[in-house]
């Protein structure tokens, strides 16, 4: 089975008693966007909590929410139970925040059969599916092994580079206020601003009450920003919010899609790269 990057709660409703389906729990403890979950400390029935915060992420990098080494990401996947030929559903509290960054990790990491769940854990409340209160993980054994697929990912180097090539076309996922610098940025010690040559494309922009827009929408926001089939590289505060817009992005467009997963808490860092207002 291939699965769509985006499915619903009926379709994973329906789909609960298959043997490869593995449903992961992305919910954040906290958010700089300062979102508030409507269901706290319940679960979708069965699901498997992937902690991105204290596990998932690079530990020996200054950089908050970089990619774990394979091996790392390998060994936490078979504790979770993840298989080779595991179904992956991911969702969060929030609708869709945190639950994009867990799809592009594993196509990443070489897992393609992924998705995320729209509307979150809210939509599948809502529809009186089944949930559970939050426990601690079981020990599961998977067989999953990484394949890295480098081609995902750029660089600050790449991309200081690309200000004069225009090989790619920088699209930032933060919000305008701080896109243009007329606002502080969350963390300390950071310019404001944006990469010179990017634009700007707020996650919100792409969202609807926690769900992806339609596809019909998401045209249209794309062609408003004149996009065309340039190959595209994502970024926002500490790529977490660019896998928003870059999953929006696969479900209209066969564009080349790349994450900067340093995102600008990277290139924010003073006078360390150039800086627009």
Same mark, same amino acid.
């Given at each position: +089975?291939?699965?769509?990057?985006?499915?619903?709660? *009926?379709?994973? =409703?329906? /789909?609960?008693?298959?043997?490869?389906?593995?449903?992961? $729990?992305?919910?954040?403890?906290?958010?700089?966007? /300062?979102? #508030?979950?409507?269901? +706290?400390?319940?679960? #979708?029935? @069965?699901?498997?909590?992937? !902690? +991105?915060?204290?596990?998932?992420? !690079?530990?020996?990098?200054?950089?908050?929410? &970089?990619?774990?080494?394979?091996?790392?990401?390998?060994?936490?996947?078979?504790?979770?139970?993840?298989? /080779?030929?595991?179904?992956?559903?991911?969702? $969060?509290?929030?609708?869709?925040?945190?639950?994009?960054?867990?799809?592009?990790?594993?196509?990443? &990491?070489?897992?393609?059969?992924?998705?995320?769940?729209?509307?979150?854990?809210?939509?599948?409340? *809502?529809?009186?599916?089944?949930?559970?209160?939050?426990?601690?993980?079981?020990?599961?054994?998977?067989?999953?092994?990484?394949?890295?697929?480098? $081609?995902?990912?750029?660089?600050?180097?790449?991309?200081?580079?690309?200000?004069?090539?225009?090989?790619?076309?920088?699209?930032?996922?933060?919000?305008?206020?701080? =896109?243009?610098?007329?606002?502080?940025?969350?963390?300390?010690? &950071?310019?404001?601003?944006? %990469?010179?040559?990017? %634009?700007?494309?707020?996650?919100?922009?792409?969202?609807?009450?926690?769900? +992806?827009?339609?596809?019909?929408?998401?045209?249209?926001? =794309?062609?408003?920003?004149? #996009?065309?089939?340039?190959?595209?590289?994502?970024?926002?505060?500490? @790529?977490?919010?660019?896998?928003? %817009?870059?999953?929006?992005?696969?479900? %209209?467009?066969?564009?080349? /899609?790349?994450?900067? !997963? @340093?995102?600008?808490?990277?290139?924010?860092? &003073?006078?360390?790269?150039?800086?627009?207002?």
């Amino acid at each position: +089975m291939n699965l769509k990057p985006i499915i619903s709660a *009926k379709w994973l =409703f329906e /789909n609960l008693q298959n043997p490869n389906l593995v449903i992961l $729990d992305a919910s954040p403890r906290e958010n700089k966007s /300062n979102l #508030i979950p409507e269901f +706290m400390n319940i679960k #979708i029935e @069965g699901a498997r909590y992937f !902690d +991105m915060e204290r596990v998932f992420f !690079d530990k020996e990098n200054v950089l908050p929410n &970089m990619i774990p080494n394979e091996r790392v990401f390998e060994e936490e996947c078979l504790k979770l139970g993840v298989n /080779n030929d595991s179904l992956i559903v991911v969702y $969060d509290n929030l609708g869709i925040y945190t639950s994009p960054r867990v799809w592009w990790l594993f196509k990443v &990491m070489g897992h393609a059969d992924i998705a995320v769940l729209d509307g979150g854990l809210s939509a599948w409340k *809502k529809e009186h599916y089944p949930t559970e209160s939050i426990a601690k993980n079981k020990t599961f054994s998977g067989n999953f092994t990484t394949k890295y697929h480098a $081609d995902l990912v750029v660089d600050a180097n790449t991309l200081l580079k690309n200000i004069d090539a225009k090989n790619l076309l920088v699209v930032d996922a933060r919000s305008q206020e701080r =896109f243009n610098g007329l606002v502080p940025e969350p963390r300390e010690n &950071m310019s404001s601003g944006h %990469i010179p040559n990017s %634009i700007n494309l707020p996650f919100e922009k792409v969202l609807n009450q926690g769900k +992806m827009k339609p596809e019909n929408e998401l045209k249209k926001i =794309f062609k408003n920003l004149n #996009i065309e089939n340039q190959p595209l590289a994502f970024t926002c505060g500490s @790529g977490i919010t660019a896998c928003i %817009i870059l999953l929006a992005s696969e479900l %209209i467009f066969e564009n080349k /899609n790349v994450l900067y !997963d @340093g995102s600008w808490s990277e290139w924010g860092q &003073m006078g360390k790269f150039p800086v627009e207002k």
